[in-house]
C-alpha cells in the first residue's frame, strides 16, 4: 500500500513556491536534466498542446524523463477535444436496432479523457490551483553599491 495523502511535489515546484509548508527541502534527491523531447506521435492538436505546456511553464521545471507524462496528458487533450466533437456531432444518446436508447460510446470516451486530464495535469502542475501557487523566485536586484564592495585597493 502507498504512502498516504496527497502526492509529495518536486523540490523545484516546492522552492517555485515558496515552500509554503518550512518543512526541509530534501536537498540529496536526483534533479532531473534535460528538457522533454517531444516524441513523433505527439502532432496535430497534442502537439499544439505540448507546445503551449512547454512554454508557458518555468524554465527547468519538466525533464526529459517527464517527456512520457507530457505526451500523455497532450494524448488525452486530443482525444478529449476529438471526442467532443463527436458528441456534439451525434448527441449523447444513441438508439439501438429495436429503438431502445443508450449513451454513445463517444460520452464514456469524453468523460474517461477529463479524469485523465484532472490526474495528470495536478502530476504536471498545470491545474488552476496549482497555478496560483506557483511563485516564481525574486530575481535579487543589484546594489548601487556593488561596485564599490567589488573593488580592490586600500591599506595592506
Given at each position: 500500500?502507498?504512502?498516504?495523502g496527497p502526492?509529495k511535489?518536486?523540490?523545484?515546484?516546492?522552492?517555485?513556491?515558496?515552500?509554503p509548508?518550512?518543512?526541509?527541502?530534501n536537498d540529496k534527491?536526483?534533479?532531473p536534466?534535460?528538457?522533454p523531447?517531444?516524441?513523433?506521435y505527439?502532432k496535430?492538436?497534442?502537439?499544439k498542446?505540448?507546445?503551449?505546456i512547454?512554454?508557458?511553464?518555468?524554465?527547468?521545471l519538466?525533464?526529459?524523463?517527464?517527456t512520457?507524462l507530457l505526451?500523455?496528458?497532450?494524448?488525452a487533450a486530443?482525444?478529449?477535444?476529438?471526442?467532443?466533437?463527436?458528441?456534439?456531432?451525434?448527441g449523447?444518446v444513441?438508439?439501438?436496432d429495436?429503438?431502445?436508447?443508450?449513451?454513445?460510446?463517444?460520452v464514456?470516451i469524453?468523460?474517461?479523457q477529463a479524469q485523465?486530464?484532472a490526474?495528470?495535469?495536478?502530476r504536471?502542475?498545470l491545474?488552476?490551483?496549482?497555478?496560483?501557487?506557483l511563485?516564481?523566485?525574486?530575481?535579487?536586484?543589484?546594489?548601487?553599491?556593488?561596485?564599490?564592495?567589488?573593488?580592490?585597493?586600500?591599506?595592506?
Amino acid at each position: 500500500m502507498g504512502a498516504r495523502g496527497p502526492q509529495k511535489k518536486p523540490n523545484k515546484l516546492k522552492r517555485l513556491e515558496g515552500n509554503p509548508g518550512r518543512r526541509p527541502i530534501n536537498d540529496k534527491a536526483p534533479e532531473p536534466t534535460g528538457r522533454p523531447i517531444k516524441p513523433p506521435y505527439v502532432k496535430g492538436y497534442a502537439g499544439k498542446v505540448w507546445k503551449a505546456i512547454v512554454a508557458s511553464m518555468p524554465d527547468g521545471l519538466y525533464s526529459t524523463c517527464d517527456t512520457s507524462l507530457l505526451a500523455a496528458y497532450c494524448v488525452a487533450a486530443d482525444l478529449h477535444r476529438h471526442s467532443t466533437m463527436m458528441v456534439e456531432k451525434d448527441g449523447g444518446v444513441a438508439f439501438g436496432d429495436g429503438g431502445a436508447p443508450y449513451q454513445n460510446p463517444w460520452v464514456s470516451i469524453l468523460n474517461r479523457q477529463a479524469q485523465l486530464l484532472a490526474t495528470l495535469g495536478s502530476r504536471l502542475g498545470l491545474d488552476p490551483a496549482a497555478r496560483t501557487n506557483l511563485k516564481a523566485p525574486e530575481i535579487p536586484k543589484e546594489s548601487k553599491f556593488a561596485d564599490l564592495i567589488t573593488m580592490s585597493g586600500g591599506k595592506k
